[in-house]
């Protein structure tokens, strides 16, 4: 309760008692003064927001995690009548938003304008408002409101990590100058001719040259250099595990006036280290020049990205991140099996997954099956809070000659992906845990 409220209540409670009690002059005069104030107050206060607007401007509305976000309000007052003051209550889902202002003597016809400045640790979608503004008497005694609805909304990407190279040397994953290997495959990179062999394609007779040395010669091709890269990610319900994530301290005022990005922490969650994963993993595919394709899948929706090499499709990829969640009814392994017929021969599967049950060995043997190429991400679950550990799950990959890439709580996801190395596909490959998450 405000202090003008208490000196209004003692002043109308003492009035009235004393009235009642001995008709005293001093304790009528309190009543009516009491009477008075209460009068005086409202009438002050319904006109407190009259001519009053508000908006809101962002430079974007796109961002990663780890960006200062910045957004400017106008406060006007287009009435006849100065304002005694002004609450500005931004009321976004942004954690840590700022924007709440407290804004004295507002003249007539006065305009207002700040900037407020936040720094985002989570990714998803948030409403830019709605935005509540409140007056009332300089008593304090009462308060009026008025809400602005949200009318535009901020995107916040995933967190990337920067990776340098993934699964060295390149031989191991389809692309990339290091693959001169022949291919049964028709590519639009030849790589010579030799004789006809039965079983050979019709379609790959080279005649020319069949005609000139007088017996049938087919083409042979390399593997397609800008073979696809395909993202599997894993959202399934039950898939993922977390532990209590701990509290952000604010950054300092220098920090957000400066636009000084700050080091983010990932919480420590086996689906926002899987979707940092895809991310990283995206940004660096399509910067090699790679066709880059990502399955996921929304509660019943099955959600595919088709490949492509474009900084679009980057764009396209981080924007269906950032608003996954671990609620769909799809398993990994009925990503893989919707959506394998759809992938070329030679191409990369990448499968990034929490998961602890074996049927990941059967959505593995099915790619190598169709002549694919999975690598897994694997997270493991034990490190992220689960009492069930998936190493075993990690041995029988590589026993299938899986090469698997163990990401462990609290490491180092750029380290991590960038020092992921297999000479061969039998070797295993595990990272050093752990180390502090960064931001380059």
Not at 416 to 435: A, C, E, I, M, Y
């Amino acid at each position: 309760m405000t202090p003008g409220r208490i000196f209004v209540l003692l002043t109308l409670t003492v009035g009235a008692i004393g009235t009642a009690v001995n008709g005293g002059t001093v304790y009528v005069r309190l009543l009516y003064l009491g009477v008075l104030l209460l009068v005086l107050a409202w009438l002050l206060t319904v006109p407190s927001l009259r001519g009053i607007r508000v908006e809101r401007q962002a430079r974007s509305l796109r961002a990663s995690v780890g960006d200062i976000f910045e957004e400017h309000y106008e406060v006007s007052n287009i009435s006849r009548f100065p304002k005694l003051w002004l609450e500005v209550a931004n009321q976004t889902t942004i954690p840590y938003a700022t924007g709440s202002r407290v804004l004295t003597w507002l003249r007539a016809k006065q305009k207002r304008i700040y900037t407020a400045r936040t720094w985002l640790t989570n990714r998803g979608g948030f409403p830019l408002g709605p935005t509540t503004i409140t007056s009332g008497d300089p008593f304090g005694i009462f308060r009026v409101s008025k809400s602005y609805p949200a009318t535009t909304s901020l995107v916040v990407l995933p967190l990337i990590f920067p990776v340098a190279q993934f699964l060295s040397p390149p031989g191991l994953l389809p692309g990339g100058k290091a693959i001169r290997r022949k291919s049964l495959d028709i590519t639009p990179h030849a790589a010579g001719v030799r004789e006809y062999v039965p079983g050979d394609p019709m379609k790959r007779i080279h005649w020319p040259t069949s005609v000139r040395r007088g017996q049938l010669m087919v083409k042979e091709f390399e593997q397609d250099p800008q073979a696809e890269v395909w993202l599997f990610l894993d959202t399934h319900k039950n898939a993922h595990v977390a532990k209590p994530r701990e509290s952000y301290d604010m950054p300092p005022i220098d920090d957000l006036l400066l636009l000084r990005r700050r080091k983010v922490k990932l919480p420590p969650s086996t689906l926002e280290y899987s979707i940092s994963i895809t991310a990283s993993l995206a940004h660096y595919f399509i910067q090699q020049r790679r066709a880059v394709g990502l399955v996921s899948a929304s509660g019943r929706t099955f959600k595919v990205i088709p490949a492509e090499r474009s900084e679009r499709q980057e764009a396209k990829i981080l924007e269906e991140l950032a608003f996954l969640q671990a609620e769909s009814t799809y398993t990994l392994p009925g990503l893989v099996t919707a959506q394998m017929g759809q992938l070329s021969q030679g191409s990369s599967a990448i499968l990034i997954t929490p998961m602890i049950w074996p049927e990941l060995l059967i959505g593995a043997d099915s790619l190598q099956r169709r002549k694919l190429r999975p690598v897994v991400v694997l997270l493991m679950s034990s490190s992220f809070g689960n009492h069930t550990n998936n190493e075993d799950l990690a041995q029988s990959l590589v026993e299938r000659q899986v090469p698997v890439c163990r990401i462990y709580c609290e490491a180092d996801l750029s380290v991590t992906l960038s020092g992921f190395v297999s000479n061969t596909f039998s070797q295993d490959v595990s990272w050093h845990r752990p180390v502090l998450s960064h931001l380059t």
